[in-house]
């Protein structure tokens, strides 16, 4: 056999090799991305907790009583509890307390004795919490059950100062937090791990992602896992994975922790368009396209103005003055051409094709929505 090939059919390998390099150039290229990042395990999720509370040692900033009397109800309440007793009719005029809502996210697997972040809102009408301190507050859940008791100082992330009728103020001055102010009482139940299974939840559903997970997970699986046992990865539907723990009780941590960590190769996402009516935001993703288009853009302004004029009545003839209002109403159009849009493969050239239309970016929405109904616009659109 001859060692080397005729030139000829060098010539077609190496044509042959280009024509492999372009292509794969010119696919979509895959991204890959851990477990955890696309999913979560379904049962193991936070709690949301409520109460309501008092803040007590605010610098005169507090609740007005006259106008939130159940801050003074709540501190009669919470007296009464430590043994005082306020005169009958007697109404204390409150100016360093308030009346907040205090909540917090209990953690999945949360035990009793751990510390927690809470938020505290004012619920009256005070000016500022700043400096204030939340008295012992019981968290409920869902089931009026206390899981979590809140007590600290509280962190307001602003500052104001009030003088002769005017006021500044930075930031926000109604809500603050207390970093680990409350300590968990109660455990929540969580069975997760009890049964033979858990089911991986996708974060947006679509069949082929779960069908990625799930050749993910048995191509590679988590340690822990039985050998030759066979697929442990079953995808249900476009969001829910069914997959096997292992027999051991004592390695399915092990495997959830090698689960979570696995890397699935995932194409590109759908082509997509994110426009938000209200303040003219406009997000597009890295697969949108533009195919060529003519856009014709102008802008149409109308102009009212409105002019006092005064009529004075004439001497001695006893009319009065007449203060009335002249408007000029101007409507002004300006000049749209035609501009061409050239076809764009890149998210960079289809911003900067559109950023040649000098549109402002309520314009743009409509000029989107009229290429997204022209067919040029290569994307799913989606107006929140």
């Known amino acids: 056999m001859p060692r080397f090939l005729p030139a000829r059919a060098r010539v077609i390998v190496r044509l042959a090799a280009i024509a492999m390099l372009a292509a794969a150039a010119f696919a979509s290229p895959a991204r890959a991305e851990r477990v955890k990042e696309l999913a979560t395990i379904q049962g193991v999720r936070s709690n949301q907790l409520v109460g309501y509370g008092l803040v007590v040692g605010l610098d005169g900033s507090g609740d007005q009583t006259t106008q939130a009397p159940f801050t003074v109800q709540s501190l009669q309440s919470m007296l009464s509890q430590l043994g005082i007793q306020l005169p009958p009719g007697v109404t204390p005029q409150l100016r360093n307390a308030a009346a907040v809502m205090v909540t917090a996210q209990l953690p999945p697997y949360a035990q009793p004795g751990q510390a927690i972040d809470v938020t505290v809102s004012s619920l009256g009408n005070a000016k500022s919490l700043r400096g204030g301190t939340l008295l012992l507050t019981p968290l409920r859940g869902a089931d009026g059950q206390v899981y979590a008791m809140a007590q600290g100082n509280l962190v307001v992330g602003g500052a104001g100062a009030s003088a002769a009728g005017s006021r500044v103020q930075i930031n926000h001055l109604s809500a603050g937090r207390v970093p680990g102010g409350a300590t968990v009482e109660r455990a929540v139940p969580n069975q997760t791990l009890a049964s033979d299974v858990i089911h991986l939840e996708l974060n947006d559903s679509d069949f082929g992602t779960a069908h990625q997970v799930a050749e993910a997970i048995n191509a ?165």
């Not at 539907?237 to 723990?245: F, K, M, N, S, Y």
């Not at 003839?317 to 409507?331: F, H, L, N, P």
Request: glycine share 6%; proline share 9%; charged share 15%.
């Open 220 to 384: 590679n699986p988590p340690p822990g896992a039985a050998p030759d046992a066979g697929p442990i990865a079953q995808p249900l539907d476009a969001r829910v994975i069914r997959v096997r723990l292992p027999a051991d009780p004592a390695l399915r941590v092990t495997f959830l922790a090698g689960l979570e960590n696995l890397q699935v190769r995932l194409a590109q996402p759908l082509a997509r368009v994110i426009v938000n009516a209200r303040t003219g935001s406009v997000v597009m993703n890295q697969t949108v396209t533009l195919a060529p288009s003519a856009v014709a853009h102008g802008n149409l302004s109308v102009t009212v103005q409105a002019t006092p004029v005064v009529s004075q009545p004439a001497p001695f003839s006893k009319g009065s003055t007449v203060v009335a209002e002249r408007a000029d109403i101007q409507i002004r159009q300006e000049g749209g051409s035609m501009m061409m849009l050239e076809a764009s493969a890149k998210l960079p050239d289809v911003v900067k094709a559109l950023n040649s239309l000098g549109a402002t970016p309520q314009d743009l929405i409509a000029i989107l929505q009229a290429l997204k109904a022209a067919g040029s616009l290569k994307a799913e659109l989606e107006i929140i």
